[in-house]
């Protein structure tokens, strides 16, 4: 019982020192909390932590169901981050550089484990699934659950990386040029293009699906 | 491609409209609701490409608990400092994990410490078993119940019935940590250490003050500061500050507001004031049972819409039931520890 009280103190130390870190650093550009936490700043570290711990995760489980795996991998990234302090390069989108070594550092490992070589998230089919929630604005729109349900399965016929790129589009906010970053796409314009495939092929149910009821 | 010529895919890829939905700000809302004012009829399209970007999301739907956050935190923090140790000194490996977890602990305290300006970080860095072995006091008021608790360090704590409070013997030289569950009013002594409440996983942070915490039946927390300042933490991240005759309350359902408060009605009853204002009759009935340690039972119907408002100070059960009664024309009966109210 002592134990877990101590425990329960010293958590509640964590979170208030991580919420006194995103006070000061809410507003800073990406950049500059980079530089701040490359020169050993801890307040800047435990911003970086707070704000993109729980969206790593997120993203991380959607390759690999294994819990294990994913926080291992998310601790070794700042483990590793942390050593390099003093010699780290300029990083634009933290959350992008962050997102491009966990989507890494999974594949990597779950290659060691199954001693096979897939670098490419494509051969993980069934990653990255999506789904349309169906409370609100769909609602007010009047489309109905199963017509969301055609979208919804629509896109899920979508290639993985196809999937991936919308759901760091929408529901992650990215641009495009960090989606490239993810994606380790050499240009912007990869990314364009894959986004612009993937909504051509589900336009036409988008399309009869969202307004066939208004004719 | 000028926008009143897009169809629903290509605001789907439009880099600036996506930006709009998932995270509006001054710039793009300008823009937006301008244009959509002057396009009218692109209005339907807009409103769809919308909605589906909002309700993408993915669709395994798991979230980092509480506990795995912290666990990988302190994982990564404390491998940075086995690293140091282990150039250092070959030493037994459950030696030097117990040994940086205490300087994690020790230099999180000196963050809270400087945050605060102060500067008391005497001799929290020799003896390892400050942080190993902490013995707690649990005090606890049934119903009926009220006390008052003098800390080590001169503190006072009224302690209101139907709460219970836990604390180190002895805190630690950098912070003063309770934990508290109900309802409580802090007088707290100032001597340069935070003195923290926790409760219901808000943080209440503290340095020379006088306040009251009430976590009611309902959910909700309520944090009235009476003199002083008092910093406000939940678990999402949210901090707000206090001044003087101002109070927080933080409802279950995680929203929150600042309001006044009138002393008595809040504070009223660490002086053995029992205060109704316009309570409703569960309210009524709540405060009754805390106070005198009885269950109110009810026959018949309360008229919608009743409330009562009345003042006791220290009075018996007998003459605010009496009082009650006066007003609402309410009959009581009192079984030993058992109360019925009939409302013809």
């Not at chain 1, 050593?83 to 491009?100: D, P, W």
């Not at chain 1, 240009?187 to 336009?203: F, Q, T």
């Not at chain 2, 709540?286 to 009345?310: D, Q, R």
């Not at chain 2, 009082?323 to 609402?328: D, V, Y």
Request: glycine residues 4%; aromatic residues 12%; hydrophobic residues 35%.
């Amino acid at each position: 019982m002592t134990n877990s009280t101590k425990n329960q103190n010293n958590q509640t130390v964590i979170l208030i020192e991580h919420a006194e870190a995103v006070k000061q650093y809410e507003k800073k550009p990406d950049i500059e909390i980079w530089a701040a936490f490359n020169r050993g700043d801890e307040k800047a570290f435990n911003y970086i932590y707070r704000f993109h711990a729980t969206a790593m995760f997120e993203f991380g489980i959607q390759i690999t169901n294994d819990i294990g795996v994913v926080q291992d991998c998310i601790q070794n990234i700042f483990i590793y981050l942390r050593r390099k302090r003093g010699e780290l390069k300029e990083v634009h989108s933290i959350k992008a550089y962050l997102f491009k070594s966990l989507q890494r550092e999974i594949i990597r490992k779950l290659n060691k484990i199954k001693s096979n070589e897939s670098k490419n998230i494509d051969s993980f089919e069934d990653s990255f699934q999506i789904e349309l929630s169906h409370e609100t604005k769909l609602i007010q729109l009047e489309i109905e659950t199963e017509k969301t349900l055609l979208i919804e399965d629509a896109l899920n016929k979508l290639t993985t990386r196809q999937r991936q790129a919308i759901l760091l589009l929408y529901k992650e906010g990215m641009s495009y040029k960090e989606i490239a970053e993810v994606l380790e796409f050499s240009e912007v314009k990869s990314a364009r293009k894959l986004i612009y495939r993937a909504l051509d092929s589900i336009k036409s149910i988008i399309e009869t699906k969202m307004f066939g009821s208004h004719k | 491609m000028k926008y009143n010529e897009y169809k629903i895919q290509h605001f789907l890829s439009d880099e600036f409209f996506i930006q709009w939905v998932v995270s509006p700000d001054d710039d793009n809302k300008h823009f937006w609701e301008k244009w959509l004012s002057e396009h009218p009829e692109k209005r339907k399209t807009v409103q769809s490409a919308a909605a589906i970007i909002k309700a993408i999301r993915y669709k395994k739907n798991l979230e980092l608990s509480d506990k795995t956050y912290i666990d990988t935190f302190e994982n990564i923090i404390k491998h940075d400092h086995s690293e140091t140790d282990r150039l250092q000194k070959k030493s037994s490996s459950s030696w030097y994990i117990f040994f940086s977890m205490r300087k994690i602990a020790a230099s999180i305290f000196i963050g809270l410490i400087c945050w605060l300006g102060y500067s008391v970080i005497s001799k929290s860095t020799e003896e390892p078993a400050l942080t190993s072995e902490i013995s707690y006091t649990t005090k606890k008021n049934p119903f009926g119940k009220k006390s008052m608790i003098t800390l080590s360090e001169g503190t006072v704590i009224y302690l209101n019935a139907g709460s219970e409070i836990k604390y180190p013997r002895e805190f630690s030289d950098s912070s003063r940590n309770v934990t508290l569950t109900g309802e409580a009013f802090f007088e707290v002594k100032k001597d340069g250490r935070p003195f923290i409440v926790k409760t219901d996983n808000k943080i209440i942070h503290v340095l020379g003050t006088s306040f009251n915490v009430n976590q009611s039946y309902t959910g909700d927390v309520s944090v009235a500061l009476v003199s002083g300042k008092v910093r406000i933490n939940d678990e999402l991240g949210n901090q707000v500050l206090l001044d003087p005759k101002e109070m927080l309350v933080m409802k279950a359902d995680g929203g929150f507001y600042k309001t006044e408060f009138d002393p008595l009605e809040i504070i009223g009853w660490k002086d053995k004031h029992l205060i109704f204002n316009r309570n409703t009759f569960e309210e009524v009935k709540m405060k009754i049972e805390k106070w005198y340690g009885v269950e109110v039972k009810l026959k018949g119907k309360i008229k919608p819409g009743w409330t009562y408002t009345g003042a006791y100070e220290n009075e018996t059960l007998e003459n605010v039931l009496e009082g009650i009664k006066l007003t609402s024309g309410f009959n009581y009966k009192i079984n030993n520890k058992t109360i019925t109210i009939s409302t013809y």
